[in-house]
């Protein structure tokens, strides 16, 4: 059982280069989530996506998108990569009904030169 | 203002100290209740809940006041194994957490 899974772990961007981030869960989870990570800042929810199907924006959805490839994937997608997105991404699935207990990936680090 | 807030810190305490970090949140409608914990270069992974009641879990004590909106976590006996920032976290709605920036603790020998 691997939990939540991202590849890749870093990547190094230049400016205007576009890249997808991979996410994969394995507890069959409905609720799937992506965020970043800044110093100071705390996460912010870039998108998620309630079930297979759909997406909705977070609190700083302008410049990604994402698809929910099928239950188990959730991809996030840098079009054209600006040096504001360099953060530490992470992915997340929640634990159906009850309390909101969230499983994060490892997170990737992406730099944009 | 901050929808969570917390003292960034660091706190910097002795092995077997107890170490309070607190959170105040200003949506009144917030639902639940949480406590991550996140070592450095890594994912935040859920520490525990906290219930109006208050609850305990080991060394681990959390309150909550629905009146004052605020939080609190209390570590007993402290370990060097503690060391890392605590995430104060209030879901406010379905499928919407808000995360604090997180109290640094940092436990020494």
């Known amino acids: 059982n691997a939990g939540v899974t991202q590849t890749p772990k870093f990547q190094v961007l230049k400016t205007g280069q576009s890249m997808t981030l991979q996410c994969a869960q394995d507890?069959?989870?409905?609720?799937m989530y992506w965020y970043r990570q800044d110093p100071g800042m705390g996460l912010r929810l870039i998108y998620y996506s309630a079930s297979e199907g759909t997406t909705d924006k977070g609190e700083v959805p302008n410049g990604y998108n994402v698809s929910r490839l099928n239950k188990r994937e959730f991809s996030l997608r840098l079009e054209s990569a600006a040096p504001s997105q360099t953060s530490v991404y992470f992915c997340?699935?929640?634990?159906?009904?009850?309390?909101?207990?969230?499983?994060f990936g490892p997170g990737t680090r992406l730099l944009v030169l | 203002r901050k929808e969570v807030e917390q003292d960034p810190g660091p706190f910097n305490v002795p092995e077997g100290a107890t170490v309070a970090f607190n959170c105040t949140y200003s949506n009144s409608a917030s639902q639940s209740f949480f406590w991550y914990r996140q070592d450095c270069r890594k994912e935040p992974k859920l520490l525990m809940s906290v219930y109006s009641s208050g609850n305990e879990d080991g060394r681990f004590t959390a309150q909550l006041n629905r009146a004052s909106q605020y939080i609190s976590l209390l570590i007993r006996d402290s370990k060097l194994s503690d060391s890392a920032t605590y995430l104060c976290v209030v879901n406010v709605r379905a499928d919407k957490l808000i995360f604090g920036t997180g109290t640094r603790l940092q436990v020494f020998p």
């Open positions: 997340a699935s929640r634990t159906p009904g009850g309390r909101e207990t969230q499983y």
């Open positions: 507890m069959n989870h409905n609720s």
